[in-house]
């Protein structure tokens, strides 16, 4: 079964980047480009984990973060946060499954995906 990932950076090359790290025949790769879209098209593709930039214009990825978490019908889908802290109370208070500091490996990213798409379906 395809697995849905929205991906939401305000950057088009990160964006790209992300894409070509996700690759792979068992994943349909949905891509925002800012918080507001992010929230449109989550609502839309209902995805199975959400990639975030921590830092985007307007909405940033922790507010879509916590959106999704209070989000009865969507607090379980898993999130990532990419963020530029290494640790902080306002990413723990946003509730990302996993947050990952930049630079971020690929590897880690890709660990970090497919443990927790697995755990959603266990």
Do not use: W
Not at 29 to 56: C, N
């Amino acid at each position: 079964m395809v697995k849905k990932i929205l991906i939401a950076d305000a950057d088009p090359s990160r964006r790209t980047l992300l894409r070509a790290t996700l690759q792979d025949p068992r994943y349909e790769i949905i891509e925002a480009s800012g918080g507001v879209q992010a929230l449109a098209l989550r609502e839309r593709h209902r995805p199975d984990l959400v990639i975030l930039d921590e830092a985007m214009p307007g909405v940033s990825g922790m507010e879509v973060c916590r959106a999704i978490k209070r989000d009865r019908g969507a607090g379980n889908t898993p999130v990532i946060l990419l963020t530029e802290q290494e640790t902080s109370t306002a990413i723990g208070e946003a509730g990302p499954d996993v947050f990952l500091p930049k630079p971020y490996s690929p590897l880690r990213l890709l660990e970090a995906v497919e443990k927790l798409l697995s755990q959603a379906e266990g």
